[in-house]
């Protein structure tokens, strides 16, 4: 009976521990900043589409703790100044990172 619950219980601290596994290797700490920089990027990624200097599709938007990453490419020197803009003034960005590649 004794080993019956230390295995029992060696088994649900194992699956604890890799469950929460995966935000800490990600360098996240729990679940509600996960949340938080999902809403991040959805925000960022809205704002890209409504506005008319951006090519809202083809940037791709990457948060990790409040640090939005813009890859992808833009038009003009412009459009990638703009996509910063617009992703540094939106709630919860703490910084940017501009990786957007300007295509001739």
């Known amino acids: 009976m004794k080993h019956t619950r230390a295995i029992a219980f060696a088994i649900l601290t194992g699956v ?6 995966c935000a800490v290797m990600r ?11 999902r809403t991040i990027t959805t925000a960022v990624k809205a ?11 083809s940037i791709n938007v990457d948060t ?16 990638k100044d703009a996509a910063g ?4 003034t939106t709630k919860g960005v703490r ?5 957007l590649i300007v295509r001739p």
């Open 16 to 21: 604890t521990l890799v469950s929460t596994g």
């Open 95 to 99: 910084e940017v990172r501009n990786n």
């Open 47 to 57: 704002k890209l589409i409504e506005d008319k200097r951006t090519g809202g599709l």
């Open 85 to 88: 803009q617009i992703a540094s």
């Open 27 to 37: 360098g996240q700490t729990d679940a509600a900043t996960y949340v938080d920089d």
């Open 64 to 79: 990790l703790n409040g640090a939005v990453a813009l890859s992808g490419f833009a038009k003009s020197q412009m459009e």
